[in-house]
């Protein structure tokens, strides 16, 4: 089963309409403005653009995957998420739901603009099958960690990196 992606269409506080849409390669520098946008990512984002073009065209590639790209009313990238549908043995043979590299702009951060991204991967993990939704956050980001409690998510395990 490949991942499910249904329509919305959101109106934030101050007027601005926002969809979200599946990012296309046009979109990848935008996106990538959109990971280099706060602290954490302003050191470790940038650069060759062509490294960023072939992760795109993996991801658009993979039925599992779907990188989005959410619009305002003028076309440009306010807020992007990566979901990845994971199928696996455990939990009885459960689909899960990945959710990475989340970012809103920082003028429109604080308008419920995240929350409704949210609100939305869900219908999209319950299109899809998936049972269960999960993300890693950085531990010195206390900011999202009481956005994604607010939202039902629970620091139930620990997540351990290698970087090679
Ligand atoms: C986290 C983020 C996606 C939330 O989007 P949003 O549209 O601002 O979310 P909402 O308006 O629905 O909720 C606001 C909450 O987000 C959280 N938040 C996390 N980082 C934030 C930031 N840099 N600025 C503002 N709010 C932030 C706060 O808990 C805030 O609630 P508060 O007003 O009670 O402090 C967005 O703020 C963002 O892109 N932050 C920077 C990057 C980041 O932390 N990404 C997550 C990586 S795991």
Redesign the pocket.
Same mark, same amino acid.
């Given at each position: 089963m490949t991942i499910h992606v249904v329509d919305a269409c959101w109106a934030l506080p101050d007027g601005t309409r926002c969809q979200p849409s599946r990012a296309c390669l046009e979109d990848v520098p935008a996106v990538v403005r959109l990971l280099a946008d @706060?602290p954490l990512g302003s050191a470790r984002e940038g650069g060759d653009m062509g490294t960023y073009e072939r992760a795109f065209q993996e991801i658009d590639a993979d039925p599992h995957q779907f990188l989005t790209a959410v619009r305002n009313d003028a076309g440009d990238v306010v807020g992007t998420m990566q979901l990845t549908v994971i199928p696996g043995l455990s939990r009885g043979g459960a689909r899960r739901l990945q959710i990475e590299s989340?970012?809103?702009t920082s003028t !429109?951060?604080?308008? *419920? !603009?995240? *929350?409704r991204m949210f609100t939305w991967a869900e219908t999209v993990a319950l299109a899809s099958g998936c049972s269960l939704l999960q !993300?890693t956050? @950085?531990t010195s980001?206390p @900011?999202?960690h009481?956005?994604y409690e607010?939202l039902g998510y629970r620091p139930s395990h620990v997540g351990f990196k290698k970087q090679l």
């Open positions: @706060d989340v970012r809103v !429109l951060r604080r308008q *419920e !603009l995240g *929350e !993300l956050t @950085d980001r @900011d999202a009481r956005f607010r």
